[in-house]
């Protein structure tokens, strides 16, 4: 098995099996430890309204939230249970849309549990939320239209790829022209020691 598939398959049983909340994450280095601006109360809001089994599992690190999104086309880069990508529903309104991505099975069958609750809450007629499973470094593969999306989230997940380039390439692609992504993330403020870089036993 190449060393990137091994990566995968390690991030998919520690979040798709090993963790039943954001309560049993192994490290506190997503906790975001910096005093950050408050978020804008649309943000806030739109976060309270997301259904709490989704919220229990939110692994993100940030809040990777552009201040305006109405009527925008979102896709949620490694949507994991669909936190952001619902708080990003309310924020789109009606005439908007989010599509959610990730590779995890068990967390794409939470995040679609909960469409219709959100479609009732937030008062649309239509679900304006969808969830794909796939890859973030194959969105073309995963039916995500070139030039379909107008923003790009991410919250916590580009550091869990080894493909980095092909993430940063298929998220151009997808991007209209003037189209903007934000990612949260976790990065290393000093020099990581060879003994952290060597490649560890599969987690669990
Ligand atoms: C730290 S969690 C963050 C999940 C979500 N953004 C949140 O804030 O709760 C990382 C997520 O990225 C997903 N993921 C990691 N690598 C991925 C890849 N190459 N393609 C798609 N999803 C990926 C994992 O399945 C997991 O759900």
């Known amino acids: 098995m190449?060393?990137?598939?091994?990566v995968r398959d390690n991030v998919k049983k520690y979040y798709g099996s090993r963790l039943e909340s954001s309560c049993d994450l192994q490290t506190s280095a997503?906790?975001?430890?910096?005093?950050?601006?408050?978020?804008?109360?649309?943000?806030?809001?739109a976060l309270s309204q997301v259904h709490p089994e989704v919220?229990?599992?939110?692994?993100?690190?940030?809040?990777?939230?552009?201040?305006?999104?109405?009527?925008?086309?979102?896709?949620?880069?490694?949507s994991g249970?669909?936190?952001?990508?619902?708080?990003?529903?309310?924020?789109?309104?009606?005439?908007?849309?989010?599509?959610?991505?990730?590779?995890?099975?068990?967390?794409?069958?939470?995040?679609?549990?909960?469409?219709?609750?959100?479609?009732?809450?937030?008062?649309?007629?239509?679900?304006?939320?969808?969830?794909?499973?796939?890859?973030?470094?194959?969105?073309?593969?995963?039916?995500?239209?070139?030039?379909s999306m107008d923003v790009l989230l991410s919250n916590c997940v580009v550091c869990l790829c080894p493909d980095k380039r092909s993430v940063l390439q298929q998220a151009y692609n997808v991007l209209k022209e003037g189209g903007e992504l934000y990612f949260s993330d976790m990065y290393a403020s000093k020099v990581v020691p060879d003994h952290m870089t060597a490649r560890s036993s599969p987690v669990g």
């Open 2 to 6: 190449a060393a990137s598939d091994d």
């Open 30 to 45: 997503a906790s975001c430890s910096l005093s950050c601006r408050p978020p804008p109360r649309s943000v806030t809001d």
């Open 55 to 78: 919220t229990k599992r939110f692994f993100g690190c940030g809040l990777p939230f552009p201040a305006k999104l109405e009527g925008c086309r979102v896709l949620d880069l490694g």
């Open 81 to 147: 249970s669909g936190r952001d990508s619902y708080a990003f529903s309310k924020l789109v309104g009606s005439s908007g849309h989010v599509t959610g991505i990730d590779m995890t099975e068990e967390l794409i069958t939470v995040s679609r549990q909960y469409v219709e609750y959100h479609q009732k809450k937030f008062g649309y007629e239509e679900p304006n939320v969808s969830f794909v499973q796939g890859y973030m470094e194959k969105l073309s593969e995963a039916g995500i239209e070139s030039d």
